[in-house]
T-cell receptor
Framework: NAGVTQTPKFRVLKTGQSMTLLCAQD?????MYWYRQDPGMGLRLIHY???????AKGEVPDGYNVSRLKKQNFLLGLESAAPSQTSVYFC???????????????FGPGTRLTVL | DAKTTQPPSMDCAEGRAANLPCNHS???????VYWYRQIHSQGPQYIIH???NNETNEMASLIITEDRKSSTLILPHATLRDTAVYYC??????????????FGKGTKLSVIP
């Protein structure tokens, strides 16, 4: 099992450009998450999905869109990148039994994005 | 949602036990305590979690006080590879059928040779 993988590992964008980050998991997990981590800070939840075809907003959703067309993939889009979106982006997945508080999240290696 | 308080940094001698404290005084009855760690810019790694009882696995032990207002993560024999930021997290119900994790700044553990 590869676990959770993220593509690309690094990216540099100019202000106003768009891009899509791809997260893939091979553990048949229902729930998937996108976080961002700024220097010296903890992770903040951007969006999450509780199943194929469903998404929901997290703590910091503005400027991002997501899609979950297939169970194993969760895409994070930036339509018009801004310097404030320079960050490290982590994807995670969990088994996700509804209402189950004891649900471990497994993280990918991260994507380092710089917006100039 | 419950919040946690951790010391910003700690040192531990290699081979000794590392005891990392966490306060979560507003935790409610159905919320779990989770510990993750992040080794130098890698993705966070799950360590252990618990509800009421003490827990142990191959990585660590988790001691939760009887009133559940605080907990301690114990790494029994710290090695240099345990140098990382350790996050104590309390899950909270987002109201959409999902329990979320909220990461604070964690404790930077430095294992000293």
């Amino acid at each position: 099992n590869a676990g959770v993988t993220q593509t690309p590992k690094f990216r540099v964008l100019k202000t106003g450009q768009s891009m899509t980050l791809l997260c893939a998991q091979d553990m048949n997990h229902e729930y998937m998450y996108w976080y961002r981590q700024d220097p010296g800070m903890g992770l903040r939840l951007i969006h999450y999905s509780v199943g194929e075809g469903t998404t929901a907003k997290g703590e910091v959703p503005d400027g991002y869109n997501v899609s979950r067309l297939k169970k194993q993939n969760f895409l994070l889009g930036l339509e018009s990148a801004a310097p404030s979106q320079t960050s490290v982006y982590f994807c995670a997945s969990s088994l996700g039994l509804a209402g189950w508080a004891s649900d471990t999240q497994y993280f990918g290696p991260g994507t380092r994005l710089t917006v100039l | 949602d419950a919040k946690t308080t951790q010391p910003p940094s700690m040192d531990c001698a290699e081979g000794r036990a590392a005891n990392l404290p966490c306060n979560h005084s507003t935790i409610s009855g159905n919320e779990y305590v989770y510990w993750y760690r992040q080794i130098h810019s890698q993705g966070p790694q799950y360590i252990i979690h618990g509800l009421k009882n003490n827990e142990t696995n191959e990585m660590a032990s988790l001691i939760i006080t009887e009133d559940r207002k605080s907990s301690t993560l114990i790494l029994p024999h710290a090695t240099l590879r345990d140098t990382a930021v350790y996050y104590c997290i309390v899950t909270w119900n987002s109201g959409a059928g999902s329990y979320q994790l909220t990461f604070g700044k964690g404790t930077k553990l430095s294992v000293i040779p």
